[in-house]
Antibody, heavy 121, light 106 residues
Framework: QVQVMESGGGVVQSGGSLRLSCTVP????????MTWVRQAPGKGLEWVGV????????YYADSVRGRFTISKDNSKNTVYLQMNSLRREDTALYYC??????????????WGQGTPVTVSS | DVQMTQSPSSLSASVGDRVTITCRAS??????LNWYQQKPGKAPKVLIY???SLETGVPSRFSGGGSGTDFFLTITNLQPEDVATYYC?????????FGPGTNVEI
């Protein structure tokens, strides 16, 4: 099992910004795509976005496109989720998960424990 | 986007039972379908990938199948530790959408 660790969650006002970080041990990071998934309180899983192993390709859910940006720093074995123009409906537990493949289509083989984000009015 | 549906939304069964959860895609996704298990208060974990491949370390009482638009996850000999919510996810096209989940109770 690969250790995936998210950080950076917290409480932010509507319209504000937050950056989440996700670290994976180096040996298990640079050859894998990474995905962010969120889960609103009491709700199901919502796929947020994905980045390829080299950081050159990204794709976002319609609900966050234009507001969220995923980036990947292989030198720090870290992936980031920059969240701008936050809305109350972005309140959720945010999971970072490693893809089984270098690209953006595969299965999520290792998950973090999640970092909570609360957007207040 | 590909829409995923699951049925039932919840079920209650007894220890030792065989239960089946179905997942349907809004269009043909070949075999690009994963199943995840999420226990209460925990992160999800993959059970089945590519419709029928069992992830390493997952008990053999879990199995999956299907192709195209219709898929299933079967748990034979249901155990107390299988109480969880089960999600399907398609990865034929982006966004890799999840189904709404099926809550399994004992």
């Amino acid at each position: 099992q690969v250790q995936v660790m998210e950080s950076g969650g917290g409480v932010v006002q509507s319209g504000g910004s937050l950056r989440l970080s996700c670290t994976v041990p180096r040996i298990n990071f640079s050859n894998h795509g990474m995905t962010w998934v969120r889960q609103a309180p009491g709700k199901g899983l919502e796929w947020v976005g994905v980045i390829s192993y080299d950081g050159n390709n990204r794709y976002y859910a319609d609900s966050v496109r234009g507001r969220f940006t995923i980036s990947k720093d292989n030198s720090k074995n870290t992936v980031y989720l920059q969240m701008n123009s936050l809305r109350r409906e972005d309140t959720a537990l945010y999971y970072c998960a490693r893809l089984s493949v270098p690209g953006m289509r595969g299965y999520l083989d290792n998950w973090g424990q999640g970092t909570p984000v609360t957007v207040s009015s | 986007d590909v829409q995923m549906t699951q049925s039932p939304s919840s079920l209650s069964a007894s220890v030792g039972d065989r239960v089946t959860i179905t997942c349907r895609a809004s269009r043909d996704i070949d075999i690009f379908l994963n199943w995840y298990q999420q226990k209460p208060g925990k992160a999800p974990k993959v059970l089945i990938y590519r419709a029928s491949s069992l992830e390493t370390g997952v008990p053999s009482r879990f199995s999956g199948g299907g192709s195209g638009t219709d898929f299933f996850l079967t748990i034979t000999n249901l155990q107390p530790e299988d109480v969880a919510t089960y999600y399907c996810q398609q990865y034929d096209s982006l966004p890799n959408t999840f189904g709404p989940g099926t809550n399994v109770e004992i």
